[in-house]
């Protein structure tokens, strides 16, 4: 559950990174796979918490 709260937390901290750089403070290039990464990994851990690992 702790991760969970940690990937929301760095998804939207990135959010507001990748706005500063759209007002060009920041390069595009490096923050917005960031973000993708941080909302990946927050999907992940959301879709796969209780999978059925097997017998």
Do not use: C, D, E, Q
Request: no cysteine; net charge positive.
């Amino acid at each position: 559950m702790k991760w969970i709260i940690v990937g929301i937390i760095s998804t939207t901290i990135l959010f507001f990174v990748n706005l500063l750089a759209f007002m060009n403070l920041l390069p595009l290039y490096i923050t917005s796979p960031l973000l993708f990464i941080a909302l990946f990994i927050t999907l992940y851990l959301i879709n796969h918490r209780k999978t059925f690992k097997g017998f």
